[in-house]
Structures are given as structure tokens and as C-alpha cells.
T-cell receptor, first 113, second 111 residues
Framework: DTAVSQTPKYLVTQMGNDKSIKCEQNLGHDTMYWYKQDSKKFLKIMFS???????INETVPNRFSPKSPDKAHLNLHINSLELGDSAVYFC????????????FGEGSRLTVL | SQQGEEDPQALSIQEGENATMNCSYK?????LQWYRQNSGRGLVHLILIRSNEREKHSGRLRVTLDTSKKSSSLLITASRAADTASYFC???????????FGQGTILTVHP
């Protein structure tokens, strides 16, 4: 069983389009995250949700909107995609916010043309 | 920010040798964690060391923590080609819900 699964794994799209990445965890964790990994491998937190409530919102353009329909899901919707949005997006979860062990999905590689 | 910053950026060794990677951080932490990322995959948790611990072992991994220097090291002994990956540290602080990483150390182990 995959603990943290995200779809799609690859996404190629044109500038200006709107796209979504979905994430689900079956670990029963309370906290979920979205990270962005750029071409230089820096891994930066974008959002963090605890029990469906937003607790971290880093300096991310408001074209990015996370949605947590329930504790097990955290989806990422991106409007008006730009070239600079090309990256690998990772979903993660933890039982304890901030100090807990993170469980990562396999990543979704977004390429904006 | 509790950013962990790894050093060196890249490390290339032969199988059987030991690999040492370092991590520095900026403010007080509750614990520090090391993760591994194989190419094209997500990060996998390796080991956690608490702020009141100085050293921890797990199999071929040895982690040290020096809170006075705000630094940690990860030692992989008797490396194998399968250890080839990027290694990240994450310094867990007291800011609720914030977990940040650096750029990682790319380790290449040649057979």
C-alpha cells in the first residue's frame, strides 16, 4: 500500500493553463504539506495543513491554492501557469506538525511550455 | 527559518569507503532529521536525533549533533553503490508546522 500517493506523476502543459495535483495519505496523519523542488534541488515548503486547516502559507503566488476536503487529502490547484512554475512538487504528511517524521509522495513533475 | 544547509554539495567515493556529510542550521531546534532522496523519487526518512542527544546510530548510519555549533553530521560507513542518492537534513524547530530543507548533498558511490 502506498502511504502518500500523488497524481499525476508527470504533467506537461502550456503557459496560462490551470492544473491540479492531487494527494492522498492513508497513514491517518493530521498534517499534510506541499513542497516545491526546483532544478537546483532546493526543497521549499509551500503550504501546511493540520486537520484541514491551513497553518503555513509561505510566500507563494496566490495562483497556487491548496484545498483539503478532508484530513487524508490535500490537493494543489495552480491557475495561469508560468514557465517558472516548472518543478517537482512533493506532497508529504506527518503525525506531528513541525517536529514529526515526514512521509513523502513520489513527486509530480510539472513542465510548463 | 530553521533551514538545514548541507555540506558538501557533492561527494564522490568508492564502495567500501565512509561518507560524511554535514548540516548547519540557524536557530534552536527540538530535533534534527536526515532524509535520503533517490533520483526521481520522494524523500525517505533515515534517522532523527533529538536536541538533548549527541550521537545516534542506525545500522551503517551514525549521526552526531552539536547544538553549541548548530551543526550535525551524517556518517555512512562501508558505503555501497546503492547509497548513491541526495541526502537532506531538516532542523525541526519550534515554529508550528514549519519544516524546511536545504539543497542536499549529492553522494555518488562508485562500484
Amino acid at each position: 500500500d502506498t502511504a502518500v500517493s500523488q497524481t499525476p506523476k508527470y504533467l506537461v502543459t502550456q503557459m496560462g493553463n490551470d492544473k491540479s495535483i492531487k494527494c492522498e495519505q492513508n497513514l491517518g496523519h493530521d498534517t499534510m504539506y506541499w513542497y516545491k523542488q526546483d532544478s537546483k534541488k532546493f526543497l521549499k515548503i509551500m503550504f501546511s495543513y493540520n486537520n484541514k486547516e491551513l497553518i503555513i502559507n509561505e510566500t507563494v503566488p496566490n495562483r497556487f491554492s491548496p484545498k483539503s476536503p478532508d484530513k487524508a487529502h490535500l490537493n494543489l490547484h495552480i491557475n495561469s501557469l508560468e514557465l517558472g512554475d516548472s518543478a517537482v512538487y512533493f506532497c508529504a504528511s506527518s503525525q506531528v506538525p513541525d517536529t514529526g517524521e515526514l512521509f513523502f509522495g513520489e513527486g509530480s513533475r510539472l513542465t510548463v511550455l | 527559518s530553521q533551514q538545514g544547509e548541507e555540506d558538501p554539495q557533492a561527494l564522490s567515493i568508492q564502495e567500501g569507503e565512509n561518507a560524511t556529510m554535514n548540516c548547519s542550521y540557524k536557530t534552536s531546534i527540538n530535533n534534527l532529521q536526515w532524509y535520503r532522496q533517490n533520483s526521481g523519487r520522494g524523500l525517505v526518512h533515515l534517522i532523527l536525533i533529538r536536541s538533548n542527544e549527541r550521537e545516534k546510530h542506525s545500522g551503517r548510519l551514525r549521526v552526531t549533533l552539536d547544538t553549541s555549533k548548530k551543526s550535525s553530521s551524517l556518517l555512512i560507513t562501508a558505503s555501497r553503490a546503492a547509497d548513491t542518492a541526495s541526502y537532506f537534513c531538516e532542523a525541526g524547530g519550534t515554529s508550528y508546522g514549519k519544516l524546511t530543507f536545504g539543497q542536499g548533498t549529492i553522494l555518488t558511490v562508485h562500484p
